[in-house]
């Protein structure tokens, strides 16, 4: 069963435009939310993380939101660039599970210039 | 480069075929995971260790899949009579111990296609 899931499965966003990308998970015990952004032939790299705790994270142009209730969680990209364009997968850590991450399905993120 | 590599990159083989594949993680990790990931979806979690032992297995891993890590260094993952299903990116990542979540830093993948 898929206990991350993740939408659009693609977007496209024009240069200076904002990407958002949206994840839903029914598991409450999941207690980190890390976001990988992947490019062709390369394996995914940690983009950002959020805690339950807190509703927002920002870093540089890569903003995650947090609605604990919904359990939700967004990935925000503004004045997204071409270089943008990548596969971008949320993913749900359960400590006392062990350590494997669970994935979203993967967004495929096209920014034209 | 110090980042996680693994060997080969691709791999094509006809079903009925043993494939092997090594990942090296970055020095000095604890933990070494390996995730398979089809095309258009997610990593889906293999297996880990930490060090030389292999603490969690995925059901998804069935008896014809083995992985090891003889040392607590390199790992190796072998598919015995490999499947057309068996088709996937097959992804090795590393991470040090953590109290808590410490980050997984990927490798390239290896690619196995099986005909």
């Known amino acids: 069963q898929q206990q991350v899931k993740q939408s659009p499965q693609s977007l496209i966003v024009q240069k200076g435009g904002i990407s958002i990308i949206n994840c839903a998970y029914e598991?409450?015990?999941?207690?980190?939310f890390p976001w990988y952004q992947q490019f062709p032939g390369k394996g995914p790299a940690l983009l950002i993380a959020i805690r339950p705790d807190v509703s927002e994270k920002k870093e540089g142009r890569f903003t995650i939101s947090f609605n604990k209730s919904a359990k939700q969680f967004s990935l925000h990209i503004m004045d997204s660039q071409p270089g943008d364009s990548a596969t971008y997968f949320c993913?749900?850590?359960?400590?006392?599970?062990?350590?494997?991450?669970?994935f979203g399905e993967g967004t495929q993120l096209t920014v034209n210039p | 480069d110090t980042g996680v590599s693994q060997d080969p990159r691709h791999k094509i083989t006809k079903r009925g075929q043993n494939v092997t594949f090594r990942c090296d993680p970055i020095s000095e990790h604890n933990r070494l995971y390996w995730y398979r990931q089809t095309l258009g979806q997610g990593p889906e979690f293999l297996t880990y260790f930490q060090n030389e032992a292999q603490l969690e297995k995925s059901r998804l891993l069935s008896d014809r899949f083995s992985a090891e890590r003889p040392k607590g260094s390199f790992s190796t993952l072998e598919i015995q009579r490999t499947e057309q299903g068996d088709s996937a990116m097959y992804l090795c990542a590393s991470s040090p111990l953590a109290t808590f979540f410490a980050t997984q830093y990927f490798g390239p993948g290896t690619r196995l296609l099986v005909l």
């Open positions: 598991n409450t015990a999941f207690d980190y």
């Open positions: 993913a749900a850590f359960e400590e006392t599970s062990g350590s494997r991450l669970t």
